[in-house]
Structure formats: C-alpha cells, structure tokens
C-alpha cells in the first residue's frame, strides 16, 4: 500500500512537470501506451547533433577566416608607368614601378597562421566530440541489447515460474502443509519480480530515447 501511494504520488509530480513544460496549468490527463510495447533498435547513424553542428559550425567560420587572413595578407601593390627621356644618349624609356606596404603583408601572415592553428585547434574538438559520442551510442547499444535480454527472461520465463511457486504456496497454505509466512515470502518475490520487470521497461525506453537524443533523430 505505502509503496503505491508512493507510485501514485510520483506519478502526479510528473504529470505536473509535464505539463509546465507544455506551458499548461492542467495535469490532469490520461497517460496512454503499453509500455511492453517495445521500439524497434533505433539506428546509430548520427545525423543531426547539435553538439557536432555547433563545432562544425565553428569550424566553417574559422576557415572563413583564414581565408579572409590570406586575402589581406596579398600586398595590396600600387603600379605607376611613364616614359623617361635620357638626353646623353638622347632615348627614351618605357618605366614601370611597382609599391606594396611590406609591414601590413608581414602583420597579415601572423594572423594567417594564427586563423590556421585556429581551424586545427576546431577540426580537433570536433573530432574529440565525434568520438565521445559514438563511444556513448556503443555502450547505449550494448545497455540496450543487455536490458532486452533481461525482459526477455523476466517475461518467459522468472515470472511465470513466480506465478507457479506463489500459486502453489496459496494451495499449500490451505491444505495446512505450510505457514502463511511461506505465503507471503513467495508473494513478495513475486512483485519484486514485476517491479523488477516493470523497471527494465521503462529503462529500455529511455536508453532507446537517449540514443535518438544521440542521433539527432528526436528534438531535446
């Protein structure tokens, strides 16, 4: 009794919470679904991270700005053309001159480098992050597969033999072979066994909701 009023008390502190993050005042709604109704093995394929768009994003406008640095670092070269007339040997010449500030050109390359280690520095994150989340889907993947496992053996074959052993204690109880006591024991296994069973539901659901999370495959 205590451990359902718990239940029922936790239950209405989640409808609350749900429904303030629905921007309602209402928790009063009906909770619908089977939970043994299983999803199938999401996919591990990542296809819409915000964590790696964030880095990839980061990534793009620092090569946008490598790229600006290279432009600037061109000297911008200032060009000048005239004739000159030498009178000893009574010619003339065609002359050509070229300027560009070699101070900024030297200033602009440092900032080059310095956008390139910058890009290195990003492509490193990234792949830093890549690898922390496809660690995280493998040991998601393998919590999954070991929790099915669980389901499995819970539902065919720990509880009914549960089911049998409380059974029969009920029959022996009444024929005098055993105390109540015997009873209860196997009875209280018994809902240990389904809250157990109970338990290993829902935690498939939320590692099958942490890998889409993963994935990118559900919104936050």
């Given at each position: 009794?205590?451990?359902?009023?718990?239940?029922?008390?936790?239950?209405?502190?989640?409808?609350?919470?749900?429904?303030?993050?629905?921007?309602?005042?209402?928790?009063?709604?009906?909770?619908?679904?089977?939970?043994?109704?299983?999803?199938?093995?999401?996919?591990?394929?990542?296809?819409?991270?915000?964590?790696?768009?964030?880095?990839?994003?980061?990534?793009?406008?620092?090569?946008?700005?490598?790229?600006?640095?290279?432009?600037?670092?061109?000297?911008?070269?200032?060009?000048?053309?005239?004739?000159?007339?030498?009178?000893?040997?009574?010619?003339?010449?065609?002359?050509?001159?070229?300027?560009?500030?070699?101070?900024?050109?030297?200033?602009?390359?440092?900032?080059?480098?310095?956008?390139?280690?910058?890009?290195?520095?990003?492509?490193?994150?990234?792949?830093?992050?890549?690898?922390?989340?496809?660690?995280?889907?493998?040991?998601?993947?393998?919590?999954?597969?070991?929790?099915?496992?669980?389901?499995?053996?819970?539902?065919?074959?720990?509880?009914?033999?549960?089911?049998?052993?409380?059974?029969?204690?009920?029959?022996?109880?009444?024929?005098?072979?055993?105390?109540?006591?015997?009873?209860?024991?196997?009875?209280?296994?018994?809902?240990?066994?389904?809250?157990?069973?109970?338990?290993?539901?829902?935690n498939y659901h939320y590692i099958v909701i942490d890998i889409k999370?993963?994935?990118?495959?559900?919104?936050?």
């Amino acid at each position: 009794l205590i451990d359902r009023q718990k239940a029922q008390q936790k239950l209405r502190g989640a409808k609350t919470e749900l429904s303030a993050k629905w921007n309602g005042t209402d928790s009063e709604f009906t909770v619908v679904g089977n939970l043994e109704e299983l999803p199938g093995q999401p996919s591990l394929i990542i296809d819409n991270n915000p964590l790696l768009d964030k880095y990839s994003a980061q990534q793009e406008y620092r090569r946008a700005v490598v790229s600006m640095e290279k432009a600037l670092s061109k000297p911008d070269i200032t060009a000048s053309t005239g004739a000159k007339r030498f009178h000893d040997t009574n010619e003339t010449a065609f002359m050509v001159e070229l300027e560009f500030p070699l101070q900024l050109f030297n200033k602009n390359r440092e900032n080059s480098q310095a956008a390139e280690a910058m890009v290195r520095s990003s492509e490193k994150s990234l792949h830093s992050i890549t690898i922390e989340l496809q660690t995280k889907l493998e040991l998601l993947q393998q919590e999954l597969v070991a929790t099915a496992s669980e389901i499995a053996a819970l539902r065919d074959n720990v509880l009914p033999e549960a089911e049998k052993a409380f059974e029969c204690s009920q029959k022996a109880w009444q024929r005098g072979a055993i105390p109540f006591t015997d009873v209860l024991y196997t009875e209280r296994s018994l809902f240990q066994l389904k809250n157990r069973y109970n338990d290993a539901l829902v935690n498939y659901h939320y590692i099958v909701i942490d890998i889409k999370h993963i994935t990118g495959r559900v919104q936050s």
